[in-house]
Each structure stands twice: as C-alpha cells, then as structure tokens.
C-alpha cells in the first residue's frame, strides 16, 4: 500500500528566507507526483507536476525535485514571501491513478 | 476556461437525512475523482470515474456513499442516513485522458452533521 510521508509538519519562518519541504512515498511505481497549495478553507491548487520520467519541475520561485527509486521529491521555495503561507500536499498518482496524499507541510512566513 | 465547480459550498444536514453534492468537471475531461478531506484522516480518495469504463468505488467508506456521472461530465455523490463522521470536505477532481495527466480541483462542499 502507497503511503506518502511530509516533513516537516510546520514550519515558521522569516520572509525573504529560502526553504525546503519533504515528500517521500514507499512505493515508487507511480505515473506522476503533484504539489498542491491549499488556504485555509478553500481547494487545492496545483503548483508543480512531474512526470515518473522527470528529475524536476520549475515555476517562478518554486522548484519541485523527483527521485522516484528512492522514493523522495522535494520542494524549493526561494525568497519566501508573506503570501507563501498555506498547507503545502504532496500527492502521488500510482499505477492505479488515484491519487496518495501526504499529510502536509503547514508553512507560515513571517513578515 | 472555467474549473471545476462544486455545489453547494457549504451543507448542513441533520444526522440521518440524505445528502447530494454535485460536481461538474472541466469540459473535455474524461476522468472524474472524488475525495474527502476531514480532521484526523487527512485527503483520503472516493471514488473514480473514467470514460465509460466502470468506476472504481474502492475508496467508498460504507455503502451508504454512491456516486453517479451522468452524460461523462456532471457527478453527484449521494451519502445516505448521514452520520456525524460524515462531516468533513468532500473534494472533486478532474483530468484530461491521460494517466499521467495534472488533476485539477474544485473548491470542495464542506459538509456538517448535526
């Protein structure tokens, strides 16, 4: 069975400062991994897909990474601003094509 | 273009009345996921559907949940004689053909038993 694992569960920090959010998934039979931001009552938003071919991704101050045979990805977030702070999910889509959803990164940045 | 579209945003119910929330999808796409989102659980996958194949329901809690897509484009998903643990964000998603392809998400129905 897929299990997605975040780490850290929160994280507090200054803006301007760059910072790393941590995905690992056991099984690496995947199509694909998606980073979503969610806000505190609304959906998800898609930031970032890669495919299980792709090493990674980049959008604006965002770089999300895949190692699919460690079953890792990572997401960078560069100059972080006041408006970065939301739930960020890390979701993987396996053969099965549903997808598997981490629990999430709660991210404040602090003006 | 337009997203995907939810309805209603926001459901209050008493515990055992029945519920229907709708889901249309973005237009052209050919799959359709529900999932639910509640305290403790976190985002935990429904039900699937795709073209006109048979749906994969292995994602339904009990079988007081049933979903429906009509016509390949609107869903509606149908909890009966609802129970307070029903309570949570009921979440749909849509994808164009592909597996591989980007799911998008409509804004999610928070439903409340009372």
Known sequence: KQEVTQIPAALSVPEGENLVLNCSFTDSAIYNLQWFRQDPGKGLTSLLLIQSSQREQTSGRLNASLDKSSGRSTLYIAASQPGDSATYLCAVAPYGNKLVFGAGTILRVKS | ?114
Do not use: M
């Open chain 2, 1 to 114: 273009g337009a997203g995907v579209s939810q309805s209603p945003s926001n459901k209050v119910t008493e515990k055992g009345k029945d519920v229907e929330l709708r889901c249309d999808p973005i237009s052209g796409h050919t799959a359709l996921y529900w999932y639910r989102q509640s305290l403790g659980q976190g985002l935990e996958f429904l039900i699937y559907f795709q073209g006109n194949s048979a749906p994969d329901k292995s994602g339904l809690p009990s079988d007081r949940f049933s979903a429906e897509r009509t016509g390949g484009s609107v869903s509606t998903l149908t909890i009966q004689r609802t129970q307070q643990e029903d309570s949570a964000v009921y979440l749909c998603a849509s994808r164009r053909r592909l597996a591989g392809d980007e799911q998008y998400f409509g804004p999610g129905t928070r439903l409340t038993v009372t």
